[in-house]
């Protein structure tokens, strides 16, 4: 037995080698998340600034500003999801098939002694 032994893991930064073509993406989503959250969390607040100084107060101005402000927060979770389902998406068409075809395809190419009509039968039995 050697002094030494070589650890069956992965070293890291193989890893890091390996998720870098990813690293832009997700950084991207990472953006649309941060900016889908910061929305949904000051939304609260603006609806108890319209309730404390709108309506209490009897302030339509002020409950227009919120509305306003609520519209324009709506918009920012929504382009905050949009934003990081297409570009988390987009790292996934690149690493799995997305349709059918392309599933059937990676599966086929496996190197079991299984036929390709015994395989087309197990896929239309599911």
């Known amino acids: 037995m050697s ?43 603006v609806v108890s600034v319209a309730i404390d100084r ?19 927060l709506v918009a920012g979770v929504v382009a905050g999801s949009y934003v990081e389902l297409r570009w988390m998406a987009g790292s996934a068409r690149t690493t799995w098939p997305t349709s059918a075809a392309g599933c059937w395809r990676t599966c086929t190419r496996s190197t079991s002694t299984t036929s390709h009509t015994s395989r087309r039968a197990e896929w239309s039995r599911a």
């Open 3 to 45: 002094a030494i032994e070589r650890s069956p893991r992965v070293p890291i930064r193989r890893l890091v080698a390996d998720f870098r073509p990813f690293a832009r993406p997700g950084y991207i989503a990472l953006v649309g998340v941060v900016l889908g959250v910061v929305c949904q969390v000051v939304t609260p607040l």
């Open 54 to 72: 709108g309506v209490i107060h009897h302030s339509t101005g002020t409950i227009a500003w919120c509305v306003a402000v609520g519209l324009v």
